[in-house]
Nanobody, 124 residues
C-alpha cells in the first residue's frame, strides 16, 4: 500500500515557476514508477510526466517538454515536478500517482495509487 500527498500548488503569473512535491508512504516506494497527471475543469485527466523506479527512464507530454522536469529521491520517498515558463493552459489540478510495475507509463489506468491533487492556477 502506498499513500501519496501532493503539495506546492498555487497561483502564479504566466512565465513563472512552481515546484510540486509528492510525499509517499510505504517501504516499497523505490520500486514504483511515479507519474504526474493533471485535470482541468471539463477535461479528462492527462499525462504530464513519469519516471521509472530508478530514475533512469523519464517521459514527458509534448505540451510540457522543455518546461517541466520530473525527479525523485528514493531516500526521502519523494517525487517532484519543477514547472517553469508556466502558461494559462497549465492551469489544472495536478496529481501524482504510483505504478507498482516500475516502468513509466502514460495511461492513467496503469497507476495503482493516486494522491488527492493540488491546484495550479496560472494567470495571464
Amino acid at each position: 500500500q502506498v499513500q501519496l500527498a501532493e503539495s506546492g500548488g498555487g497561483l502564479v503569473q504566466a512565465g513563472g515557476s512552481l515546484r510540486l512535491s509528492c510525499a509517499a508512504s510505504g517501504r516499497t516506494f523505490s520500486s514504483y514508477a511515479m507519474g504526474w497527471f493533471r485535470q482541468a475543469p471539463g477535461k479528462e485527466r492527462e499525462f504530464v510526466a513519469a519516471i521509472s523506479w530508478s530514475g533512469g527512464s523519464i517521459s514527458y507530454a509534448d505540451s510540457v517538454k522543455g518546461r517541466f522536469t520530473i525527479s525523485r529521491d528514493n531516500a526521502k520517498n519523494t517525487v517532484a515536478l519543477q514547472m517553469n515558463s508556466l502558461k494559462p493552459d497549465d492551469t489544472a489540478v495536478y496529481y501524482c500517482a504510483a505504478d507498482r510495475w516500475g516502468t513509466p507509463a502514460q495511461r492513467p489506468v496503469a497507476y495503482n495509487y493516486w494522491g488527492q491533487g493540488t491546484q495550479v492556477t496560472v494567470s495571464s
